[in-house]
């Protein structure tokens, strides 16, 4: 099998109602499935880097993060709206360029992005068990069972998980009926900027729904078992 890394030289995106930026078109479609396939764009990556930067104290490997994305930078901005982004090589913790960040995932189970992903749940767990006396010590598979309970409804409802959200939402995660008090992460004023100078031209694009199968229908089968009761159950006496 060729290297995919090698065919893997633009991407065209589009920024959705969400506000996440999603592929329309890759150079690779033989090794990236473009449907529901987030990019995170520049001003979510330094959000990401700053709080992964919270957690150094716990063990953090920023080569974890270097591993895990390709990069890209903003070539142009197309007609139809969508940013054309060209595949660089420049380590995305230390370059000056505006990039975007594609998740490593060609290998779910065992892919970089997959090992950072692991890697920022338990140093989400250590912090949390550091600064929060619990009764029972918080475990790494009770925050990615919780995580995956939400992936999994954004999935039944016909949304794909964008890799910001996931990230974001384990690094800033707080089990129910706790609080946490941290230092915010913040964006760069010159990179918000620098970004909206280089995007002045586009529009979101409307959102697309991931295609609804069988899988999907329990809602609207309970419902309509709920409208048959109701139309066939006998009157109740006055």
Not at 220 to 233: D, G, P, Q, V
Request: net charge negative.
């Amino acid at each position: 099998m060729a290297n995919p890394k090698h065919k893997l030289n633009w991407c065209k995106a589009r920024l959705g109602k969400d506000m996440n930026w999603w592929i329309h078109e890759i150079s690779d479609p033989i090794h990236w499935d473009v449907d529901g396939l987030g990019i995170i764009d520049p001003r979510q990556f330094q959000y990401l880097v700053e709080l992964f930067e919270n957690m150094q104290e716990y063990g953090l490997q920023t080569g974890l993060i270097e591993n895990a994305f390709y990069t890209f930078a903003i070539e142009s901005v197309e007609e139809d709206k969508t940013v054309y982004l060209k595949r660089i090589k420049d380590n995305i913790l230390d370059s000056d360029e505006q990039l975007f960040a594609l998740p490593d995932m060609l290998d779910e189970d065992k892919s970089p992005y997959a090992d950072l992903v692991d890697h920022a749940i338990k140093l989400r767990v250590k912090l949390l068990n550091d600064l929060i006396d619990f009764s029972q010590k918080l475990t790494a598979e009770e925050l990615e069972e919780e995580i995956r309970e939400v992936q999994n409804n954004d999935f039944m409802e016909g949304r794909a998980t964008h890799f910001f959200n996931e990230l974001s939402s384990i690094l800033e995660y707080v089990p129910e009926g706790f609080e946490l008090e941290e230092d915010e992460a913040t964006v760069d004023k010159n990179v918000d900027e620098a970004l909206e100078k280089d995007l002045a031209d586009v529009e979101a694009a409307p959102d697309e729904d991931i295609e609804t199968d069988e899988t999907m229908k329990w809602d609207e089968e309970e419902e309509t078992e709920e409208e048959y009761e109701e139309t066939t159950s006998p009157p109740e006496d006055k």
